[in-house]
């Protein structure tokens, strides 16, 4: 399949087309009113939400609990991934990539991939769907975070 199979750009987000995304991005905003890294995610089967999580790095003082890894824990056991959709408000990074790949997640959708770009291509060159929402409350809100906490961003991906 070609780059172009594997990526929609949803320009303005449409929260009727995308509810759960609005559950991950509500679990950023409890993550940063926390003092954590604003970083939600949302597992949903049928457009309806399995979990939903949020980074805890800070909270639980876990080097690996990513929003994504927050979310997919929440969910528990699966017997499988493979009719789910990962809502997420940032790209997702190597670890959390890596984790969607071995789930066989075949669909992630992205709040926004422009204040760090993470690994979409190599979810792409694994065949999963990447919907880019380029959602301006998660720049926005990321942005802020990253200008007044450039160490902990720095930490949360290992720069």
């Known amino acids: ?11 303005e987000l449409d ?3 995308h509810p759960a995304f609005e559950v991950a991005y509500q679990a950023a905003r409890k993550s940063l009113a926390e003092g954590g890294i604003p970083i939600g995610a949302a597992l949903a089967r049928d457009g309806v939400v399995v979990a939903s999580g949020h980074n805890e790095r800070v909270q639980n003082a876990d080097p690996i609990a990513h929003g ?4 997919l824990r ?3 056991r699966q017997k499988s991934y493979r009719d789910t959709t990962l809502y997420t408000t940032l790209a997702p990074c190597a670890m959390c990539a890596g984790t969607i790949i071995q789930f066989k997640i075949p669909r992630v959708v992205v709040g ?4 760090f770009d993470g690994e979409l291509e190599l979810l792409r060159s694994r065949g999963v769907e990447v919907v880019v929402l380029d959602d301006q409350r998660c720049v ?8 007044d906490k450039p160490e902990l961003w720095a930490e949360d991906i290992a720069e």
Do not use: I, K
Request: aromatic share 4%.
């Open 1 to 11: 399949m070609t780059h172009e199979q594997h990526e929609s750009v949803a320009p």
């Open 112 to 115: 926004e991939a422009r204040t």
């Open 68 to 71: 994504e890894m927050s979310a």
């Open 74 to 76: 929440a969910a528990g």
């Open 140 to 147: 926005d809100m990321m942005r802020t975070f990253q200008a």
């Open 15 to 17: 929260r009727t087309a």
